[in-house]
């Protein structure tokens, strides 16, 4: 197995799905800013479909990334286009989550969120998904 050019793969796929994430959170808060707020089973329906493939899709980036991170420092550094992908993956991500964690919002406030499916204590607490990482990472 070719270490860069797997995770280069993995990458680009991931920002591809990432992509059609992007989009539909995207259409998500267009329906949810609309007068009155449009119907959303079609948002949610394909938030359910992506989740498999997201699934599959980041246990193939941390098989590729422990690969990577085993070779030699001096042939990773042979590969910028790795670096250039793992950031643009890491913005549009993070772009995903504001923009998800605003339709959250708008959800409660037009009350379309029924009271088991409201978001935990935990997600007002600063740094909990990073002491989460931390825990899983084992550092």
Known sequence: MNADRDLEEVLRENLSLYG???????TE??????EP????????????????????????LVSA??????????????HPEIGVLMRQNQ???????????ENEQA???HGLVPVRDLPSVNRQR??????????????
């Open 20 to 26: 059609e994430l992007w989009s539909i959170v995207q």
């Open 29 to 34: 808060r267009d329906r949810l800013h609309g």
């Open 37 to 60: 707020a449009g119907p959303l089973t079609a948002t949610y329906a394909a938030k359910k479909d992506l989740l498999p493939r997201l699934g599959e899709s980041l246990d193939r």
């Open 65 to 78: 990334r422990e690969e990577w991170q085993s070779m030699e420092p001096s042939a990773r550094s042979s």
């Open 91 to 101: 913005d549009l991500l993070m772009k995903i989550l504001v923009l998800d964690r």
């Open 107 to 109: 959800l409660l406030r």
């Open 126 to 139: 600063p740094h909990f998904v990073a002491q989460m990482y931390r825990r899983q990472s084992g550092h």
